[in-house]
């Protein structure tokens, strides 16, 4: 059974910064391809970031680009996103998602649950 | 950037009646179109990708068409389960977007 579960999330200041984390099992990590996905509270789904299965190709939205990092680990079979310069728009549900191939470009079949990432002073 | 506009933003249908849901983008991604479903309170499933393929699981009153700019999401007989929030997601790129959103409810 595919599980994703995040972690990392919480409140944080302005212009401050977090990494949220995704912990990966269920299938081979090393052949897909994951990304991130944010919903702000009421609002509809933010593709924020991908990465391919060797991360050869990583891909982020216009609205996070130079602040925010995604990263994998085939050892630890574990995705990241490191958020720079945090915004009060970044304000979201994050949700880990997995790839349907080995490439950015593709569909999610499997997303976690999420973690909250509230933006306030 | 390709813009996507997805319509209706909300609708209300009666149990059994077939509804559709449209996705327009503002360049030809050929056939690189997904739908998700999105319950209240859940997380978003994969229904349909490459435009008119169906997710393994999904029943059949979904179906997709569609290529280029225009798409379409259509529930065949609509159930009381099927309440959702409906999205359509282009990746003809790496750069991947969603469309706003259709919300679906039971009149």
């Known amino acids: 059974e595919v599980q994703l579960v995040e972690s990392g999330g919480g409140l944080v200041q302005p212009g401050r910064s977090l990494r949220l984390s995704c912990a990966a099992s269920?299938?081979?990590?090393?052949?897909?391809?994951m990304h991130w996905v944010r919903q702000a509270p009421g609002k509809g789904l933010e593709w924020v970031s991908g990465?391919?299965?060797?991360?050869?190709?990583?891909a982020y939205a216009d609205s996070v680009k130079g602040r925010f990092n995604i990263s994998r680990d085939s050892a630890k079979n574990s995705l990241d996103l490191h958020m720079n310069s945090l915004r009060t728009e970044d304000m979201a549900l994050y949700y880990c998602?997995?790839?349907?191939?080995?490439?950015?470009?593709?569909?999610?079949?499997?997303w976690g649950q999420g973690t909250l990432v509230t933006v306030s002073s | 950037d390709i813009q996507m506009t997805q319509s209706p933003s909300s609708l209300s249908a009666s149990v059994g009646d077939r509804v559709t849901i449209t996705c327009r983008t503002s360049?030809?991604?050929?056939?690189?179109l997904a739908w998700y479903q999105q319950k209240p309170g859940r997380v978003p499933k994969l229904l349909i990708y490459?435009?008119?393929i169906l997710q393994s699981g999904v029943p059949s009153r979904f179906s997709g068409s569609g290529s280029g700019t225009d798409f379409t999401l259509t529930i065949s007989s609509l159930q009381p389960e099927d309440v959702a929030t409906y999205y359509c997601?282009?990746?003809?790129?790496?750069?991947?977007?969603f469309g706003q959103g259709t919300r679906l409810e039971i009149k």
């Open positions: 998602a997995k790839g349907n191939g080995a490439g950015v470009r593709g569909v999610i079949d499997y």
């Open positions: 269920g299938f081979i990590f090393d052949d897909y391809a």
């Open positions: 990465i391919s299965w060797n991360s050869g190709s990583i």
């Open positions: 360049q030809d991604i050929s056939y690189y």
């Open positions: 490459a435009a008119s």
């Open positions: 997601q282009k990746y003809n790129s790496a750069l991947i977007t």
